[in-house]
């Protein structure tokens, strides 16, 4: 579990994606798997099972002081993320932001679109390790390398417009999909990327699976002028919204993300 933070700071800033093939290796991986199978087959104090279309989901609880400890001493899933590179990491790209304040293991069987080709709503840093050997067959997931810049002063600007971060149009039509790069890699790799790059989880083949354990780290939004603070909520909510105007000329193919909570950078 070695991550040179220099290194991977310095792909994030230029790329918004950093992937580390073996970060995970030998016996850790198959507890991990096991741990991950476990908890997929029942909850227990401080895992909950979570709504997953394209298969099903768990929640290891990390955001509750209590149940962090538990689980903490009990889960090596949870010490695969906690730990102090990827501490050091977070701070350094998002200051401010809350460490690892979720946690989500993902079993994916359905052939069918992971996700759609989007950015999620709320900007986060995130962590995701493929618990299986992943190629595009079995739902890789995909980035377009770089397009967190653009990302990044859409969401600025829509939030100082009076734009609320949770309603900004994220998500592109189908067709986009051919412009990603599908991350075929081995079980055990680390990916480390940034929500703004366009991303999306690729379509799995009948009769394939996919397993992901991934962490966020959700980062703090822009703040509204002061202006557009004042502005009535009806205003705030319909098409007379400066920021939801500003959207349609700036991002005129985003619509808003169906589905998945973690578009919406929630689990
Ligand atoms: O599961 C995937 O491959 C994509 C997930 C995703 O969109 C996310 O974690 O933000
Ligand atoms: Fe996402």
């Given at each position: 579990?070695?991550?040179?933070?220099?290194?991977?700071?310095?792909?994030?800033?230029?790329?918004?994606?950093?992937?580390?093939?073996?970060?995970?290796?030998?016996?850790?991986?198959?507890?991990?798997?096991?741990?991950?199978?476990?908890?997929?087959?029942?909850?227990?104090?401080?895992?909950?099972?979570?709504?997953?279309?394209?298969?099903?989901?768990?929640?290891?609880?990390?955001?509750?002081?209590?149940?962090?400890?538990?689980?903490?001493?009990?889960?090596?899933?949870?010490?695969?993320?906690?730990n102090?590179?990827?501490?050091?990491?977070?701070?350094?790209?998002?200051?401010?932001?809350?460490?690892?304040?979720?946690?989500?293991?993902?079993?994916?069987?359905?052939?069918?679109?992971?996700?759609?080709?989007?950015?999620?709503?709320?900007?986060?840093?995130?962590?995701?390790?493929?618990?299986?050997?992943?190629?595009?067959?079995?739902?890789?997931?995909?980035?377009?390398?770089?397009?967190?810049?653009?990302?990044?002063?859409?969401?600025?600007?829509?939030?100082?417009?009076?734009?609320?971060?949770?309603?900004?149009?994220?998500?592109?039509?189908?067709?986009?999909?051919?412009?990603?790069?599908?991350?075929?890699?081995?079980?055990?790799?680390?990916?480390?990327?940034?929500?703004?790059?366009?991303?999306?989880?690729?379509?799995?083949?009948?009769?394939?699976?996919?397993?992901?354990?991934?962490?966020?780290?959700m980062?703090?939004?822009?703040?509204?002028?002061?202006?557009?603070?004042?502005?009535?909520?009806?205003?705030?909510?319909?098409?007379?919204?400066?920021?939801?105007?500003?959207?349609?000329?700036?991002?005129p193919?985003?619509?808003?993300?169906?589905?998945?909570?973690?578009?919406?950078?929630?689990?």
């Amino acid at each position: 579990m070695d991550l040179n933070t220099d290194h991977v700071l310095a792909d994030l800033r230029r790329d918004g994606i950093s992937v580390h093939e073996g970060y995970i290796a030998g016996g850790l991986l198959d507890e991990l798997s096991e741990e991950f199978e476990r908890y997929l087959a029942q909850e227990e104090e401080g895992v909950m099972h979570v709504e997953h279309t394209p298969g099903k989901a768990f929640r290891i609880v990390l955001d509750d002081p209590s149940l962090r400890e538990l689980n903490l001493k009990k889960s090596c899933i949870a010490s695969a993320f906690f730990n102090d590179p990827m501490k050091e990491l977070a701070s350094a790209y998002l200051p401010g932001a809350p460490f690892c304040n979720g946690l989500l293991g993902t079993n994916e069987f359905r052939a069918m679109p992971v996700t759609e080709v989007h950015f999620d709503t709320l900007q986060c840093l995130k962590f995701m390790i493929y618990l299986d050997d992943t190629t595009a067959a079995n739902g890789a997931f995909s980035f377009i390398p770089g397009s967190h810049r653009k990302t990044h002063a859409y969401r600025k600007w829509f939030a100082r417009l009076g734009g609320v971060p949770s309603l900004i149009p994220n998500a592109l039509p189908d067709e986009h999909r051919a412009r990603v790069t599908s991350i075929e890699a081995k079980a055990g790799t680390l990916i480390v990327f940034d929500t703004d790059g366009l991303h999306a989880g690729g379509v799995l083949k009948p009769g394939t699976t996919r397993r992901v354990v991934r962490a966020h780290c959700m980062a703090r939004s822009f703040d509204p002028w002061k202006l557009t603070e004042l502005m009535p909520y009806r205003i705030k909510h319909s098409g007379l919204n400066p920021a939801t105007i500003y959207s349609k000329v700036f991002a005129p193919s985003y619509r808003a993300t169906q589905g998945t909570g973690r578009a919406q950078g929630t689990t």
